[in-house]
């Protein structure tokens, strides 16, 4: 392929990009004038949020291939510094919010560092029992944390519509990251790194700084989701928050809708999270597994039948960079 016809290949993408995320940025942004109703707007708020969370994890899993099996580190994080301060009234959310993003970042950093010679398996366990470690603290560290009866955050004065703007501002900041991200050297360099370790580090690539800093960066946009959980649930708990169950939530959603890709992590919410909140709203208990078990056999069959994702039934509207 020459030259000319790369540029021709990326400015067609780039258009049909803007024709399907410009009219979707649109319709949340607007939709709240159309008077839905308040669980409605929950559960576009729980799509924007699952989408940002996979966002993130795209980023160091499906762009630079270190599979984290611990995101809920960061989420819990933040989301417990935030709830902390605002719980014992040492400050308001946003300085705790910020708090929380930064001790995210930086225990991601940590971690990035004393991780980044291990790869496949042993990156994923090192990241799973972290998460572990946090949610053992946060059961014991009651005086704190509220042990396993959990942690009440409170925040008055804020409606359903301003939260639900809150959490679409931090997706429309997802996406111009990812889109930045794409195009960048930085990114370009986690590919690199995704596709072959050693053929990189062989070319003068520091391939360890590359993986420090996509780990800061996916915990950063986690963190932010983390730190809106707790402020829009109001109720914090260990199992929730650091469990090993939300890690693999948010990898499924990103490998469902397609990892790698832009439209990957919002493609794998609207299958999962959708179905799943609406038999939680209308059965309840009576069918508490059956969202789990709905969604990983369509993991299974998509797998299977489309590894590159969901994402790949679309290719012919909005192809991927390997498309």
């Known amino acids: 392929m020459t030259f000319d016809a790369v540029i021709r290949s990326a400015r067609i993408r780039n258009s049909r990009l803007l024709s399907f995320f410009g009219p979707a940025a649109l319709l949340f942004a607007l939709f709240p004038l159309f008077g839905p109703s308040n669980y409605t707007i929950h559960l576009l708020i729980m799509v924007m949020m699952y989408t940002v969370l996979a966002g993130?994890?795209?980023?160091?899993?499906?762009?630079?291939?270190?599979?984290?099996?611990?995101?809920?580190?960061?989420f819990g994080i933040a989301g417990y510094t935030m709830g902390i301060m605002t719980h014992?009234?040492?400050?308001?959310?946003?300085?705790?919010a910020v708090l929380g993003i930064a001790l995210a970042c930086a225990l991601a950093c940590v971690i990035g560092v004393c991780t980044m010679r291990l790869r496949g398996i042993f990156f994923a366990l090192t990241t799973l029992s972290l998460a572990e470690i946090l949610r053992k603290l946060a059961l014991y560290r009651d005086d704190l944390t509220g042990g396993p009866l959990g942690l009440s955050v409170v925040i008055s004065g804020m409606s359903k519509v301003e939260y639900y703007y809150i959490i679409f501002a931090m997706m429309c900041l997802m996406f111009t990251a990812l889109w930045l991200f794409e195009r960048s050297r930085f990114g370009l360099l986690c590919m690199a790194v995704r596709e072959n370790d050693d053929a990189a580090l062989s070319m003068g690539v520091n391939t360890a700084a590359v993986k420090v800093r996509a780990t800061v960066v996916s915990a950063f946009f986690t963190a932010v989701a983390g730190a809106f959980y707790a402020a829009y649930i109001g109720v914090l708990e260990p199992d929730a928050v650091f469990s090993a169950n939300l890690s693999i939530k948010i990898i499924i959603l990103a490998i469902l809708g397609g990892s790698?890709?832009?439209?990957?992590?919002?493609?794998?919410?609207?299958?999962?999270?959708?179905?799943?909140?609406?038999?939680?709203?209308?059965?309840?208990?009576?069918f508490a597994g059956i969202s789990g078990i709905a969604y990983g056999i369509i993991l299974i069959v998509t797998i299977l039948l489309k590894p590159s994702g969901v994402r790949s039934f679309l290719a012919f509207a909005i192809p991927h960079k390997r498309d």
């Open 260 to 286: 790698g890709s832009l439209i990957g992590p919002l493609l794998g919410v609207l299958i999962v999270v959708v179905p799943e909140e609406l038999i939680n709203a209308y059965f309840g208990g009576q």
């Open 88 to 96: 014992h009234g040492i400050s308001g959310p946003v300085p705790g």
């Open 56 to 74: 993130a994890w795209n980023i160091l899993g499906g762009y630079t291939g270190q599979f984290s099996v611990g995101h809920a580190s960061f």
